[in-house]
């Protein structure tokens, strides 16, 4: 079954700019990581996951900037609700992101469930939303 956009929009609480910024990031990521694996190109793993990172800075800015014009437009239990599932979301994906990092150059010794664990927490969250929203 593949989902609609009307429908990702609706559950993941991301905007289609925010879908196709987070694509890009991936796609350029990918490309990244292929590099390093293959060891065509030398860098850290760090370097490796600044589009990723940077994607979350623009998606963060972007949620504030939504913020700020719900609440100026009165509306502001959409604001509050709206920014705060998107920063819970942006934290948890960013907090993932950073102890994959981490795992990948070896700086800490994390086991892989410690890793996922945010991304757990992140389906349950989505799952719950997808529950209230039908």
Known sequence: MIFT??????????????????????????????????????????????????CDGLNAYFCVIVFIRQYLEGLYKAAALRSSWSFIQLLLVFLFKLLLCLKLEGQKNLVYSEVLSPLFILLMLIMVRACQLN
């Open 5 to 54: 956009l009307r429908e990702l929009v609706r559950w993941l609480g991301l905007t289609m700019i925010e879908i196709l910024l987070n694509l890009v990031a991936v796609t350029v990521f990918s490309v990244m990581a292929t590099f390093k694996l293959e060891q065509i190109v030398t860098m850290s793993w760090w370097s490796t996951f600044i589009p990723l990172f940077l």
